[in-house]
């Protein structure tokens, strides 16, 4: 998609789910270190939970926003051509952002560059084999964004991970805010999952979580 696709238009009905900012912040803290670049960070609601932080997004319009926090930390910048020098983050953060590209591939290869050997990636897309897909069709949430180019399976983004040397670490699902039937109690339920520190589920989440490590000592490119 092109920039002009997410302005201002793009975030109408956009809000802070402070519950889930909190969950990712605390999972990083736990498990990563710093430097940690987020692409696609709209607003940058991660950057008052996280140190070391650094947040890009294709909308002029998002890091006008976030730039109120540190106009520093935020810029305006193509996922699929990170302007960073090479070797420069411990951690890539693309949640929700994969399925908005026309060539994800171009920015899987931009984050193994940009990452240093070891670092991880994090990846949060629609899961086009969840149950809400499955029974909601046209309907489900990830198939009224126009906006949503680029739909896969976990195996499709494994393999593209693998393919520019990322070793999978965490292949879950999460998230049912999307769930078919009685909609209002998976929604609380997912709610309760994220605050209780444990939104990751086996297959039948809303969304793909898939986490890799780069290792360049083995690179096939």
Known sequence: MEQQDFEENYF???KEQTFRWKFWSNYIKNNFQGPILEIGCSYGFLYKYLKDYTGIDI???AIKI?????KDKFSVM????LDFKDNQFNLILTLDLLEHLNNPEECIKECARVLKNKGSIIISTPNPESKSKRVKGKNWF?????THVSIHNANYWIKLLRKHNFVVTVNKTIDLFDFPYFNKLFILINLILYKINKPFLKKSGDNLVIIA???KTSQTQ
Do not use: G, L, V
Request: without cysteine; charged residues 45%.
């Open 12 to 14: 109408t009905n956009y």
């Open 59 to 61: 909308s002029k319009h």
């Open 66 to 70: 976030a730039q109120k926090q540190n």
């Open 78 to 81: 193509d996922a699929e051509k």
């Open 142 to 146: 990830a198939n009224k964004d126009k």
């Open 213 to 215: 490590k780069i290792d």
